[in-house]
């Protein structure tokens, strides 16, 4: 299994659909991420889990539902999107190392590219 | 205030020669900085990272940091029109601090 496997890959969904998300990592890493990337546009961060905990939530839409159930482990359930969702979303993992040491890079999966029609 | 700042660019250069992209971030205890190439449609990847004030190679590639002016720069020498991408800046303080990107700086090598 390589390092950080985003499924499904590709999902058109209509507005009226809730469909989920799933983010697995292999890397023993214990910070995963959510990010959102529009056509030309830069990386949004939208979620970020250290440690299983929520610790970060910038402004999303409730109609975005994140879910840490473990450190492996990361979703994204989705329900009366809009068009304007639709977006490359991007999940990612790093380790955190604890107070007073260094940071590590971000490893990204391959990302879901979400269509809503 | 931006927490990490790039150049949008479009940075062009001609094939052969030498990128430059630039990088600054405010969080002046920052520790840990690395540089993404993301291809159109294609998730980020990391290729460089830097922890200490100075120059780092590997390759074709020069991360250089300068803490004391809160700077990061990558260099691209003998730039080849598969380099064209956008390039990412992140940067951590470490700790249990996340990972920061900046918005990226689209290079294109024209042959």
């Known amino acids: 299994e390589t390092g950080v496997t985003q499924t499904p890959r590709h999902l058109v969904m209509g507005m009226t659909n809730k469909k989920s998300l799933k983010c697995e990592q292999h890397?023993?890493?214990?910070?995963m991420y959510w990010y959102k990337q529009s056509a030309k546009k830069p990386l949004e961060l939208m979620f970020v889990y250290s440690l299983e905990e929520r610790v970060e939530n910038n402004s999303v839409p409730s109609r975005f539902s994140p879910e840490c159930p473990n450190s492996s482990h990361l979703f994204l359930h989705l329900h009366t999107l809009q068009p304007e969702d639709s977006a490359l979303y991007l999940c990612a993992s790093s380790q955190v190392l604890g107070q007073g040491t260094i940071g590590t890079e971000a490893f990204f999966g391959q990302g879901t590219r979400l269509t809503v029609v | 205030q931006k927490e990490v700042e790039q150049n949008s660019g479009p940075l062009s250069v001609p094939e052969g020669a030498i990128a430059s992209l630039n990088c600054t971030y405010s969080d002046r205890v920052s520790q840990s900085f690395f540089w993404y190439r993301q291809y159109s449609g294609k998730s980020p990847e990391l290729i460089m990272s830097?922890?200490?004030?100075g120059d780092k190679e590997d390759g074709r590639f020069t991360a250089q940091l300068n803490k004391a002016s809160q700077y990061v720069s990558l260099l691209i020498r003998d730039s080849q029109p598969s380099d064209s991408a956008t390039y990412l800046c992140?940067?951590?303080?470490?700790?249990?601090?996340?990972?920061?990107f900046g918005t990226g700086t689209k290079l294109q090598v024209i042959p």
């Open positions: 830097i922890y200490s004030n």
């Open positions: 992140a940067v951590t303080p470490g700790g249990y601090q996340k990972v920061t």
């Open positions: 890397l023993g890493h214990n910070a």
